[in-house]
């Protein structure tokens, strides 16, 4: 199973509404990343997660909060944001090792600010 | 600072014509590069990669060429099909960190039949 599910697939959301973005992965990778892409854009980085722990934050803002519940579960919560926090964000996993770095994605989550 | 780029951001071609993707990039440290093709409305697929002490490698369809004398990566498919039609991103591991991938610009291949 290389699969990494992430929900909902599309999401709208007011600038006072609260939503968490779910990802999931049983590749027994521990290793997670939340990405953020922008239509025709590269992916960039927001947040790894290795072994549970926050390991990098690229300096994203406060309104994006990161969770990882379990080795096979990531979450990011979303608050006040704004229209151009609008993009596709995506999850994806890998399995830690220096020798072993291939990120796995998932399918993206969709979201619109409204 | 670190950047990986692309020469070409559309490649047309017919079906049955090999594709040649390239990818610059200028960070001389970079020792791991990954494939990603990515079509509409879906995430990034893993294609192939490749480690900084190799200078080819092959998969179905596909090879990577990577030349480090001029900092260049090339992704090639073989009898390209519709189905490949994407967008096709190279991917540089640099010296920041093992978990961290700087991502080119992509070029979207577009396969007419």
């Given at each position: 199973?290389?699969?990494?599910t992430?929900?909902p697939?599309?999401l709208?959301?007011g ?7 779910k ?5 027994g ?13 590269p992916?960039?980085?927001m ?9 990098i934050?690229e ?6 909060s990161?969770?990882c ?14 229209p ?11 399995p830690?090792?220096?020798a072993?770095?291939?990120q ?11 | 600072?670190?950047?990986?780029g692309?020469?070409?951001?559309t ?8 594709s ?11 020792d791991?590069?990954i494939?990603?093709k990515?079509?509409s ?5 893993f ?18 060429l ?6 260049h ?5 073989a009898?390209?099909q519709?189905?490949d ?7 540089e ?5 093992f978990?961290?991938l ?8 577009l396969?007419?039949p």
């Open positions: 199973d290389t699969e990494v992430q929900t697939k599309h709208v959301m600038m006072t509404n609260k939503k968490s973005l990802c999931e992965q049983h590749m990778h521990r290793a997670m990343y939340w990405y953020k892409q922008k239509a025709k854009k992916p960039e980085l947040f790894v997660y290795s072994y549970e722990k926050l390991s934050n300096s994203v803002p406060s309104r994006f990161p969770e519940p379990n080795s096979s579960l990531l979450n990011l919560h979303l608050h006040a944001l704004q151009e926090d609008s993009a596709l964000y995506l999850c994806a996993s890998s830690d090792r220096a072993q770095e291939t796995y994605f998932g399918p993206g989550t969709r979201l619109l600010v409204l | 600072g670190e950047s990986v692309l020469h070409l951001p490649l047309s071609v017919q079906e049955g014509d090999n040649i993707i390239n990818c610059a990039y200028s960070n001389s440290a970079s791991y590069f494939w990603y990515q079509e409305g879906k995430g990034p697929q294609i192939i990669d490749i480690r900084s002490n190799m200078d080819k490698r092959q998969g179905q369809r596909v090879t990577v990577l030349n480090k004398t001029v900092k990566l090339s992704l090639q498919i009898a390209t519709p189905g039609s994407a967008v096709y991103f190279c991917a591991r640099g010296n920041t960190g978990q961290k700087v991502f080119g610009t992509g070029t979207r291949l396969v007419s």
